[in-house]
């Protein structure tokens, strides 16, 4: 068992292996919400680790925000208001900085 665990941490040059296991690719999604039906697949995408743009209805917006916020906070996801109905989730390993409007 020891072996394994090795094997998969190490290359066979002995080289961490870590690093690579963990990349994941930066795909960003972008969802218009006017369903409360496609949060399911929405959660979906957090759980893929992909960087996501919402723009929600007026008529789903508050309860969306309430289930995506969950998912931020037990994901460890950012959320970045663009404007009164967009917004956008970022994975805590990208870092955001607003530098001006």
């Known amino acids: 068992m020891l072996e394994n665990i090795k094997s998969w941490l190490f290359d066979e040059s002995g080289e961490d292996n870590q690093q690579e296991s963990h990349q994941i ?16 697949s929405i959660g979906d995408d957090f759980k893929n680790h992909k960087i996501i743009v919402c723009t929600f209805n ?11 916020s969950g998912l931020c906070y037990v ?9 009164d109905d967009t917004y ?3 994975p805590s390993y990208i870092s955001y900085e607003s530098k001006g409007q």
Not at 58 to 68: E, W
Not at 75 to 83: A, F, H, S, T
């Open 25 to 40: 690719k930066n795909e960003v999604v972008r969802w218009n919400v006017s369903n409360i039906d496609q949060l399911d």
């Open 88 to 90: 956008m989730f970022l």
């Open 75 to 83: 994901l460890q996801y950012q959320d970045i208001k663009i404007n």
């Open 58 to 68: 007026d008529n789903v917006i508050k309860r969306a925000l309430d289930f995506i």
